[in-house]
Each structure stands twice: as structure tokens, then as C-alpha cells.
């Protein structure tokens, strides 16, 4: 199994340090199903290949994965597994690159954030669906794709071609993305996975699909077949997906021929055959920005509207609005707060905060605190925001926040939003909530019942907007209440 990686940008001997693999030295690396070797088979500094290599032991990979569920056919031993692009690729790919996937590079820190040319070459890939699918999954995401079919038999052309392609990919793009998108789109391929798949499985795709699958049209059969069918994982997936703010679908039905190629019922018909989404299917126009982002956009646009100049951000995350409002210069005073420490060590790199001058690092806050409970901290902010964040609480804590933010801390301004209920409808093979650590989801009216209540409880006027594309009868798939001090 061969997978290789060149690059013409010069000096192109770089790569190495991308890669964190010198390319005077062949490495090899102990896996579960065999060994993996990188190896430069050229490196000059006009052109550099990085070449990885799976040896596959057929009897380490068959005692590997008959552990669970045991298997007496030859088909464990005799099998395509030593030579097809797979899982096992990926999996290695994953291993074996893992700190040049997630970017970090000491060495060449602004060449691992800059777009370089590359071409990937996988001599076989096993790919149902043929070139076309190939191209539906990697072309949109900027690849040349060059998916050649391999005939069956070279001298007989009458039996045809084989369910193996070539596959060449020329782009420009950063090093770290091209290898996650190849940790998720090589099994996508293969949809014959050799490994067991637990509920981790979603947040492996998650992380390695971080800025670009949420976009990609073929989304959903990306996940299904990432996924290998588990109904349960892709619908937690592709929910997941919606929340980060993918495109919202064209319609409940998958495309065309999405089911004759993968040999499955549509994302919304049980296997009963019962429809579990059974509202009417609505157009709407198409929509390009990423539902996240929009909800930064209207957040944002209140936050300059109202001439603040301090801002708390309660339950931040791993600080992505934080960091948009980094780049606001009328803000003397911005704040982050949320219960995991994790997501706070994530929001002071994404910020940059060791590198910051004093005065700088002086406007920005990180602390971690739960919402539910008093804490001075809260207080003396000209807007506090609560994005995405209450339905993220049991209805029976939800007093306590109101009592700690619009009581206790009692800002100038509260920015809340939350998912609509609603426009669920919208989501292909969604049966419940949007995240599963949703505790619930309110439609319009439900929400705008517990913000007049919370308005009149506390001294505040409340107004309300939708954030994303707006639907006539399902109104906007995200809500938005601001509520004024009165």
C-alpha cells in the first residue's frame, strides 16, 4: 500500500520539516496491522516526495480485529488489504503524520499556515462508484482529481474495469488540511472498515473534517460512509455538522442517486420503512456562509450597534467569538468564561496570548467558572453574550442562570441564542435534537415565552431576531433575543 506526497514549493526539501520526517532517513512505525516506512524517494529543492509505505501482516490484522467478532473464512487472510488504499491507510496516515496534521511546526511555523502546491498519488484505491464519485468528494474541496479506472485484466479488456482507480490529486493548499482530508475521505472510499467503530468515531470526523466538511456538499455521504452504516453515528454526525454551521440542505431527501450507489434507504425512512421526518419539504434559497459564522455576524453587529466597550463572553468554548472580538479596537475590555479548562487552553492558543504585547493581553480575560453559580467576575460588563450555550443546561438549572446573569451580574446588554426547533425539519436524518448534549430545543414560541419572562423578571426590554436563512413557515434556524437594560 503506497501513498505519496510532493511538493514543488522551494526550497521544496521543506517538506520534511512539515512532515517532521528528515528526508535523509528512512522511519519506520509498529501498527497494529503491520509497518508503516516513510522514505523520500526524491528530495531536491526544486522538487520533494514523501513516500509512505504499509507493509500489512494479514495474520496481525486477522487477530486484531476476529477479537470481538470471530471470522473462520480465508477472506481474512486473503484479501486486497496489502496493496488497495483503506482504512488501514488512514489509519497509519493518521499515526505516523499526526503533528503535521494538526499544523504545528517549531521549525517553519509560517510555512505550516501557507498554501503550497502538492500532489498526492495512491496507485490503488478501491472506489465503488468509479471516477465520478471521486471527483464529487475531492473536487469541491479544490483538488484536480485524476481518478483512473485499473482494468481487471490488462490483457483481456473485455472483462472490464476493476472497483480500483489510480488516483492522482494536484492542489494549493496547507499541508495539515490535505492529510485530514485524506484521514477522512480514504475510508470514505473504502467502505469496508477494519477497525470495531465506537461513538468516538464522530468526534474523530469531527476533528479531522474542522473547517472544510461542514461545507462540503457530499457531506452526508462522506459521514455514511466514514461511518460504515451505523444509522445512529451518522445522525449524530451530520447533527453535529448543522450546529457548527454547514449549508442548510436543499431538501430531506438525499440526492438521486446517492441511494442506488450506496445500496441504503434514504436518512430519513426507518427501516421499517416508517418516515421518521414527515413535515413538508420547503426551498430555500441556497446559502454559502457557514451557519457559525452568521451567528458571530449578527452577534458582532449588535456589540457595535450598542457602542459597548467591554464584552463577556459566557461559555466561550474553545474561544472562536473571543477572537473575532479580539479584532474590534472600540473594545477596552473583552472576557471568556467557561466550565472546561480544556476549552480555555484551546481559546489562549487560538489567541495567541503568550505572545501578546502587555498591552494587548491586558483587554482579555480567560477564567473558568460555572454559570449557574455567582461569581463576581461576571459583573461590570457592558454586554454579556450566551451563545449557543442555555440549551446546553437541564431545564431545572436554567433559574440559576437567569439569577446569575441578569440578576447578579446584571450587564448593560444580554446577546442570547439558541437553536430553533423548528427548522430541525430542514436537517437530512435528523429525528432530535441538533447536539446530543442538547438538554432541549425551543421553537419560537417558546422562546420568546421565557425571554418576556426573564425580561420582566429583571428589568430588561427583550427584541427578537432569526440568524441564517429565514423559511416563511419555519422562520430561521437560529434565534436570536437581545435583551436591554431598561
Avoid at 483538488?143 to 482494468?151: K, M, S
Avoid at 454526525?237 to 446517492?258: F, K, M
Avoid at 419539504?281 to 450598542?306: C, E, F, M, Y
Wanted: glycine share 8%; proline share 7%.
Amino acid at each position: 500500500m503506497l501513498l505519496t506526497v510532493t511538493t514543488t514549493h522551494e526550497p521544496a526539501t521543506d517538506l520534511g520539516f512539515l512532515l517532521h520526517k528528515h528526508p535523509d532517513r528512512v522511519q519506520q512505525f509498529r501498527q497494529a496491522f503491520g509497518t508503516a516506512t516513510v522514505c523520500y524517494p526524491q528530495a531536491s529543492a526544486e522538487r520533494c516526495t514523501a513516500a509512505l509505505v504499509i507493509e500489512v501482516d494479514p495474520v496481525r490484522l486477522a487477530r486484531t480485529v476476529g477479537r470481538g467478532s470471530p471470522d473462520f473464512s480465508l477472506s481474512q487472510y486473503v484479501n486486497d488489504r496489502p496493496y488497495a488504499a483503506s482504512s488501514l491507510l488512514a489509519v497509519a496516515l493518521g499515526d505516523v503524520f499526526s503533528t503535521a496534521r494538526a499544523g504545528r511546526c517549531a521549525a517553519r511555523p509560517e510555512l505550516a499556515d501557507t498554501a503550497i502546491p502538492l500532489e498526492i498519488d495512491i496507485p490503488v484505491v478501491p472506489c465503488p462508484g468509479g471516477p465520478a464519485f471521486a471527483e464529487r468528494i475531492f473536487g469541491p474541496l479544490g483538488w484536480r482529481v485524476d481518478a483512473r479506472p485499473i482494468p481487471l485484466d490488462p490483457d483481456l479488456a473485455q472483462w472490464g474495469d476493476s472497483r480500483y482507480v489510480r488516483l492522482s490529486l494536484c492542489g494549493t493548499l496547507r499541508l495539515a488540511d490535505a492529510l485530514n482530508q485524506l484521514h477522512v475521505l480514504l475510508p470514505t472510499l473504502d467502505e469496508s472498515k477494519h477497525y470495531w467503530q465506537g461513538s468516538d468515531e464522530v468526534d474523530k470526523l469531527l476533528r479531522s473534517g474542522a473547517g472544510w466538511l461542514a461545507r462540503h456538499p457530499e457531506r452526508e455521504v462522506i459521514a455514511r460512509r466514514y461511518l460504515g452504516r451505523h444509522g445512529s453515528l451518522t445522525h449524530a454526525a451530520l447533527a453535529r455538522l448543522a450546529e457548527l454551521g454547514d449549508d442548510v440542505p436543499e431538501s430531506l431527501d438525499p440526492p438521486a442517486d446517492e441511494d442506488a450507489e450506496d445500496g441504503a434507504a434514504p436518512p430519513d425512512v426507518s427501516a421499517s420503512g416508517r418516515t421518521e421526518l414527515a413535515q413538508p419539504r420547503v426551498a430555500l434559497p441556497p446559502n454559502t456562509q457557514p451557519l457559525n459564522l452568521q451567528r458571530h455576524d449578527a452577534v458582532l453587529g449588535v456589540i457595535a450597534d450598542s457602542g459597548a466597550r467591554s464584552v463577556i463572553d459566557l461559555g466561550c468554548g474553545p474561544g472562536a467569538l473571543i477572537a473575532r472580538l479580539a479584532t474590534q479596537g472600540q473594545l477596552r475590555r473583552i472576557a471568556g468564561t467557561d466550565v472546561s479548562t480544556r476549552s480555555l487552553h484551546i481559546a489562549a492558543r487560538r489567541l495567541h496570548l503568550d505572545s501578546m504585547s502587555e498591552r494587548q493581553s491586558g483587554r482579555i480575560a480567560l477564567f473558568q467558572a460555572a454559570l449557574t453559580y455567582e461569581d463576581p467576575r461576571f459583573a461590570g460588563y457592558d454586554v454579556a453574550v450566551l451563545m449557543e450555550v442555555i440549551e446546553h443546561l437541564d431545564p431545572s438549572r436554567l433559574d440559576a442562570l437567569e439569577r446569575v446573569v441578569f440578576g447578579a451580574a446584571a450587564p448593560g446588554m444580554v446577546i442570547v441564542t439558541t437553536p430553533n426547533r423548528e427548522f430541525n425539519v430542514r436537517y437530512a436524518g435528523l429525528t432530535g435534537p441538533r447536539h446530543p448534549d442538547h438538554r432541549f430545543e425551543w421553537d419560537r414560541t417558546e422562546f420568546a415565552e421565557w425571554a418576556a419572562r426573564v425580561a420582566a423578571a429583571y428589568g430588561y426590554h427583550v427584541t427578537h431576531q432569526g440568524v441564517g436563512p429565514s423559511d416563511e413557515a419555519l422562520g430561521a434556524p437560529t434565534q436570536m433575543a437581545v435583551f436591554t437594560h431598561e
